[in-house]
């Protein structure tokens, strides 16, 4: 499956990165997408993506979407359980938050960044 994915991102634009393997059986490959929008778009390259996949050995009769959420996004709750930012990031909006130029139209984000580091960094 791995193999697979790997050559499925191959072919793919680079939009599409957050689809992944879902399934491979009886020459059938269903990919999970985030949501329509992405299923809609990749639908145009399923004949490239066949085309190219079977050229790589892989016997691929049909290409499925099934819309899912991706394994590496982590569901946030209302309150924003669930969700990590390194610190990396944080210190990155807090620098931001700092640099950018306090204009009429700058002042709401500015205040939400530096609101979320205060948040971040308790």
């Known amino acids: 499956m791995a193999k697979l994915q790997r050559d499925c991102a191959e072919v793919l ?3 599409f990165k957050s689809c992944e393997v879902f399934a ?3 020459g059938e ?3 999970a997408v985030p949501n329509t929008a992405v299923a809609a778009k ?3 390259q399923v004949p490239k993506l066949q085309e190219t996949l079977n050229g790589k050995g892989w016997q691929i009769s049909n290409i ?3 819309v899912q959420m991706p394994k590496g996004i982590a569901h946030v709750g209302p309150s924003g359980e ?3 930012l390194p ?3 944080v210190n990155s909006f807090d620098e931001l938050s700092q640099k ?3 204009t009429a139209a700058n002042e709401p984000l500015i205040d939400a960044m530096r609101r979320l580091v205060a948040r971040r960094r308790g």
């Open 64 to 66: 499925r979407f099934r």
């Open 29 to 31: 490959l269903t990919l």
């Open 100 to 102: 950018l130029e306090p």
């Open 13 to 15: 634009p680079t939009a």
């Open 42 to 44: 990749l639908k145009q």
């Open 82 to 84: 669930g969700l990590k």
């Open 87 to 89: 610190e990396t990031a």
């Open 24 to 26: 491979f059986d009886g």
